[in-house]
């Protein structure tokens, strides 16, 4: 069975850096589209950062975020990272990652992928 578990959440203080990982378990993490989802409380779920398949020659990162957020990956640890530096309260939030076959076109749209990890909290004090 494929799984996703998030780890790396925790509470920081604005400015402060925090890497996210998620590792895949039940196959090959190469195969798949990979992302970063966040979800505060009363809003709905937002894209963070997206990562093509095979190598990661191609990411996608929300406006929000971009130039503060990298996401990559290590297809040998089945794994995927969120690095997050200058962390303000907007980015509080449960965040999780997602796997999808296809649909680079769609990086952005929960509904492109398939499989979910359960989701890390990450709260930012000011």
């Known amino acids: 069975q494929e799984q996703l578990v998030e780890f790396g959440g925790g509470l920081v203080q604005a400015g402060d850096s925090l890497r996210l990982s998620c590792t895949y378990s039940g196959g090959s993490l190469r195969l798949y589209i990979l992302a970063w989802f966040r979800q505060a409380p009363g809003k709905e779920r937002e894209f963070v950062a997206g990562?093509?398949?095979?190598?990661?020659?191609?990411?996608d990162y929300a406006d929000s975020v971009k130039d503060r957020f990298t996401i990559s990956r290590d297809n040998a640890e089945n794994t995927l990272y969120l690095q997050m530096t200058d962390l303000g309260p907007e980015d509080t939030a449960v965040y999780s990652c997602a796997a999808a076959w296809h649909g680079w076109d769609s990086v952005r749209l929960p509904d492109t992928y398939h499989i979910w990890g359960q989701g890390t909290q990450v709260t930012v004090s000011s």
């Open positions: 990562i093509s398949r095979g190598g990661g020659s191609s990411t």
